[in-house]
Nanobody
Framework: QAQLVESGGGLVQPGGSLRLSCAAS????????MGWYRQGPGKERELVARVTAGGSIEYADSVKGRFTISRNIAKNTVYLQMNILTSEDTAVYYC?????????WGQGTQVTVSS
């Protein structure tokens, strides 16, 4: 297994940008998938974006064209660049990794979009 540590959350104005980072305690090269989920107030946790070991990427429709997921295998880190943020993006963002049949989660980082 691995520890996943998120960083980069915070308060941002509508239209602004943030970049989240997820640092893994082991190599991410063998991870089946790595990605980001979020849970907004009163909502269920939902997929935001994920990348497979082969490099395929999936985005939620609500973030397509605004968010970009990327990874640095040498640094064991996955990033989520978030642009043109709106209040609907306010949520706790969780890093997720799947290694074989094991699913791992980070502790979450709060993103608040407000003026």
């Amino acid at each position: 297994q691995a520890q996943l540590v998120e960083s980069g959350g915070g308060l941002v104005q509508p239209g602004g940008s943030l970049r989240l980072s997820c640092a893994a305690s082991r190599s991410i090269f063998s991870m089946k998938t790595m990605g980001w989920y979020r849970q907004g107030p009163g909502k269920e946790r939902e997929l935001v974006a994920r990348v497979t070991a082969g490099g395929s990427i999936e985005y939620a429709d609500s973030v397509k064209g605004r968010f970009t997921i990327s990874r640095n295998i040498a640094k064991n880190t996955v990033y989520l660049q978030m642009n043109i943020l709106t209040s609907e993006d306010t949520a706790v963002y969780y890093c997720n990794a799947v290694l074989g049949t094991v699913v791992m989660w980070g502790q979450g980082t709060q993103v608040t979009v407000s003026s």
